[in-house]
Nanobody, 114 residues
Framework: QVQLVESGGGLVQAGGSLRLSCAASRIINRINTMGWYRQAPGKQRELVASITSGGSSNYADSVKGRFTISRGNVKNTIYLQMNSLKPEDAAVYYC????????WGKGTLVTVSS
């Protein structure tokens, strides 16, 4: 059973930065996309950013220019650099990997104080 483990969440002041990491417990083959989703209380889970196996990235409009998704040197790791954080960015952030099936992490909490 593959596990995705996120880290890097925490409390930050508005305008600050955080870097989220996600690592798979073992190699996942035939990956289509890897990405980050978030879910705030009372809201639906939404896509934040994704990156394809070919390296193309996609961002939610609300984070464009502030967040950057990247792949790690170690296979099946991704990062999310979050700059200029806003209170509305506060949520649980989930790592996602889509291959033959979808894998999800358990989430890491990001809190942004105003």
């Amino acid at each position: 059973q593959v596990q995705l483990v996120e880290s890097g969440g925490g409390l930050v002041q508005a305008g600050g930065s955080l870097r989220l990491s996600c690592a798979a417990s073992r190699i996942i083959n035939r990956i289509n996309t890897m990405g980050w989703y978030r879910q705030a209380p009372g809201k639906q889970r939404e896509l934040v950013a994704s990156i394809t196996s070919g390296g193309s990235s996609n961002y939610a409009d609300s984070v464009k220019g502030r967040f950057t998704i990247s792949r790690g040197n170690v296979k099946n790791t991704i990062y999310l650099q979050m700059n200029s954080l806003k209170p509305e960015d506060a949520a649980v952030y989930y790592c996602n990997v889509n291959s033959d099936m979808a894998y999800w992490g358990k989430g890491t909490l990001v809190t942004v104080s105003s």
